[in-house]
């Protein structure tokens, strides 16, 4: 079962929206940018972070289950 990417629209303290991607069960999985397709770059982060939890033998979390 994948994780689901969940991606929605922030607001900056300057006034203007940006897009941040995220894999809730996984933190530090996030990105941020301004058009959506940019701020999936959370994907990139996802590996690592569950191999860096494999190396220090720490559980990995299971995956929520889509909507």
Do not use: H, K, N, Q
């Not at 959506?36 to 494999?54: F, K, Q, S, T």
């Not at 190396?55 to 289950?65: A, K, N």
């Amino acid at each position: 079962m994948p994780f689901v990417l969940v991606v929605e629209s922030v607001p900056t303290p300057d006034g203007d929206w940006l897009r941040r991607a995220s894999y809730p069960e996984l933190p530090g999985a996030f990105a941020e940018a301004g058009p959506a397709v940019d701020a999936m770059d959370a994907d990139a982060r996802r590996v690592p972070i569950i191999a860096e939890r494999l190396d220090r033998g720490l559980d990995v979390p299971v995956p929520r289950l889509p909507i």
